[in-house]
């Protein structure tokens, strides 16, 4: 098995704009997916980020306050999974929660630095 990340983007705009009702069903659904992905073996690790942040340059001499591109590519979250291949790593995202709000998912496989 080889580990990818998903990288999530987009969709806070269409979040903010929900009901409590709608946002909390939304969130469930986030919740079931990912559930269902740990009762596979398939989840390692993920969480939100938050929405703040910093950028540091040139060994901390240049600092500046996230966020860091527009909005709909700021990386809202991650997850970390286990998968066959990038193929079957794609196939996972099709049920993400984050479609429903018009985001999308980058999947990146996580290289091993040998040392």
Not at 33 to 41: A, C, F, I, P, V
Not at 92 to 98: A, D, G, S, V, Y
Request: hydrophobic share 40%.
């Amino acid at each position: 098995m080889t580990k990818f990340m998903y990288l999530f983007r987009g969709g806070r705009e269409k979040m903010a704009a929900m009901s409590a009702e709608e946002s909390q069903k939304h969130m469930q659904a986030w919740g079931a997916w990912m559930k269902s992905l740990g009762e596979k073996g398939i989840l390692v690790d993920g969480l939100p980020l938050s929405k703040d942040g910093k950028q540091v340059k040139g060994r901390g001499k240049i600092i500046t306050d996230g966020p860091f591109a527009e909005g709909s590519e700021v990386v809202g979250g991650y997850l970390i999974v286990n998968a066959d291949g990038i193929d079957e790593a794609v196939e996972l995202t099709k049920r993400c929660p984050i479609f429903d709000t018009g985001g999308e998912v980058e999947v990146r496989e996580i290289l091993n630095m040998d040392m």
